[in-house]
């Protein structure tokens, strides 16, 4: 793989050639276990494919099916993007796309409170079914669902670490441990 890291926060862009084309891959790098403290570093990478000059809505839906993606402000992924572009003497219109979800999702986040509760509904449905569950399941349900699919697909036994992440991420959410939300008192 090429290229090496071109943002200090752990988040940069790759390519791979496959079969003679270029693939692009955006990567987080993340220390794993212990806190950060443990020697082992995890990288999570999301394909983008052979060009970085993709709609709007391609953006949004690649960067919404990773578990890992997800939530990275759009900002900060078009940031790095326009790192390596830059770094690597391309055509800062490849990112056009990009900037325009950038711009949408901008004025869509003016739009109220209504809209951030459908989105959080959207994001309870998506966690209960990563966990196979249905709505009203309980704590110990929940506890019971993620210890089973985490046995599964652990990446120390095999597992797909993308799959195990999204994993930790529904059981966090479902139970309130996402730090995401705002703490309540």
């Not at 084309?21 to 570093?41: M, N, T």
Request: glycine share 8%.
């Amino acid at each position: 793989m090429g290229a090496r890291p071109v943002a200090e926060d752990g988040m940069y862009v790759k390519t791979k050639d496959i079969a003679g084309h270029a693939v692009f891959y955006l990567c987080i790098a993340e220390q794993g276990g212990e806190g950060g403290r443990s020697w082992k570093s995890v990288e999570y990478s999301l394909c983008l494919g052979e060009t970085l000059d993709l709609s709007s809505s391609r953006w949004l839906e690649i960067l919404r099916a990773s578990a890992e993606f997800r939530h990275i402000p759009l900002e900060k992924v078009l940031e790095t993007l326009e790192k390596y572009v830059a770094a690597r003497g391309l055509s800062a219109e490849i990112l056009a796309g990009l900037r325009a979800a950038v711009h949408d999702t901008r004025q869509k986040s003016h739009r109220g409170p209504r809209s951030e509760r459908r989105s959080q509904e959207d994001e309870r449905a998506t966690a209960l079914r990563v966990l196979g569950l249905l709505p009203g399941s309980s704590e110990e349900e929940i506890e019971s669902a993620f210890r089973k699919a985490a046995r599964r697909h652990h990446p120390d036994v095999g597992g797909d670490p993308a799959k195990f992440r999204a994993i930790v991420d529904a059981r966090n959410f479902l139970l309130g441990r996402d730090p995401r939300l705002p703490e309540t008192v």
